[in-house]
């Protein structure tokens, strides 16, 4: 069978409504408005995206963002995204003008007389962002701010190499890597399993990212006992990405899990089955089983869009080159090589393999799906503070 993946051009990371777009390709910015002051610390870290294999789809608290359910994934390589945060004083009007010594850090904002109050600003790959998107990181440097006792906006700065045709649509390496640099520009000396805490705040998925390879999101029931940890293996994994469409999304993953969550008659059955098959997925794991984490792995997948379609009204990511993807996978596992599908709130299409297989897959993936884009990810490194701030060691 072949199917043809050309006529979308866009990514679905581009088209997806505003705030959405953010958690999706990272951040970047600058703050402070117009100037700026001192700047009270600076720091900058990369992550990585990740994929999840057992999903995590619903939240039993949206504020906190605590999850339904545990989940689990692989962190890739090749799709980063690099974030640099600065606290900067504000300038006072009558200083700016006058050229006055400051106030020490952080007085004027929480004074409220400042021209420039508690505003941040935020750039991605080169364009400045206000609105839902930098409200979302406003929302989250608040979290940083109130631990930290920083009261002063922050310039954030962000890039990414997520090649926008991967049509991955994932907030996770963008606010793993927002965590980690605002949390060490703050002067917040974190665990990594506390920063998974701080990552997840932002959006759930980004705790996961905050490790390397195999991670495990244990869903806990309030913020200390939710958070992510690395689970070892000596698997060699690797996920293959099938671009279908960088076309804009229906509905943010945001809302369409709450939809979801709040309409779904199946979304209960889910959830008992994905406990289910975690246990099963990391049982697997530990007896190095391929093919059973895969078979696990796809049928969770396929049963969180079942409760997306079964949503009122239905959440439908798929395209019809989605389901000729699926169908390619099932063809090439057929043929012997090991492929499992999996999706998430979107209609590009993933596949797990292991590396040794990974070009192989990708390959008769590729003679099936004319002009798909197809990539090989191996598994990535977690999240790492590339500058640091004035004071580490
Ligand atoms: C389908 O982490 O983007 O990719 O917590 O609302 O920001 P928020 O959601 P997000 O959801 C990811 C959902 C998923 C599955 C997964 O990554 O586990």
Excluded at 10 to 21: V, Y
Excluded at 172 to 188: D, H, K, M, V, Y
Excluded at 335 to 362: F, I, Q, Y
Aim: hydrophobic share 40%.
């Amino acid at each position: 069978m072949q199917a043809r993946c050309d006529g979308y051009a866009d990514s679905d990371i581009a088209r997806e409504p505003r705030e959405r777009t953010v958690g999706s390709v990272g951040f970047v910015g600058s703050a402070g408005g117009k100037g700026g002051g001192r700047v009270l610390g600076a720091a900058s870290a990369t992550a990585h995206a990740n994929i999840a294999l057992i999903k995590y789809w619903g939240k039993a608290d949206e504020r906190l963002i605590i999850p339904r359910t545990s989940s689990l994934s692989l962190t890739l390589d090749g799709l980063e995204t690099h974030t640099s945060v600065e606290f900067v004083e504000p300038v006072p009007e009558s200083e700016s003008e006058t050229g006055l010594e400051s106030e020490p850090a952080g007085t004027h904002a929480l004074q409220g007389t400042m021209r420039d109050t508690l505003r941040d600003t935020l750039t991605i790959d080169g364009r400045v962002y206000s609105g839902g998107p930098l409200a979302r990181v406003s929302r989250f440097l608040d979290i940083v701010r109130e631990r930290s006792g920083i009261h002063a906006p922050a310039r954030v700065i962000s890039r990414n190499t997520v090649p926008f045709g991967a049509g991955l649509a994932s907030s996770a390496s963008a606010f793993a890597a927002l965590a980690a640099a605002a949390a060490r520009a703050a002067g917040l000396d974190l665990s990594d399993r506390d920063l998974s805490r701080l990552a997840r705040r932002g959006s759930g998925s980004a705790c996961r990212s905050v490790f390397g390879g195999l991670v495990q999101w244990h869903a806990g029931h309030d913020d200390l006992t939710s958070y992510a940890d690395p689970v070892a293996t000596d698997m060699k994994l690797a996920i293959i990405v099938i671009t279908i469409s960088a076309g804009e999304k229906p509905l943010s993953s945001r809302l369409a899990m709450r939809r979801t969550v709040t309409t779904s008659p199946l979304y209960p059955a889910w959830t008992r089955a994905s406990e289910r098959d975690l246990h099963e997925a990391l049982d697997a794991i530990s007896r190095r089983d391929l093919r059973r984490l895969g078979e696990i792995s796809e049928a969770n997948a396929m049963g969180m869009h079942a409760t997306m379609i079964s949503a009122r009204p239905p959440v439908i990511y798929w395209l019809p080159q989605s389901i000729a993807a699926l169908h390619a996978v099932e063809e090439v596992r057929a043929d012997g090589l090991p492929a499992w599908s999996t999706m998430d709130a979107g209609p590009n299409v993933k596949v797990l393999t292991d590396s040794e297989h990974a070009e192989r897959v990708a390959g008769a993936l590729h003679e099936r799906l004319v002009g798909c884009e197809i990539q090989v990810h191996h598994a990535g490194t977690g999240v790492r503070c590339t500058t640091r701030n004035k004071g580490d060691r």
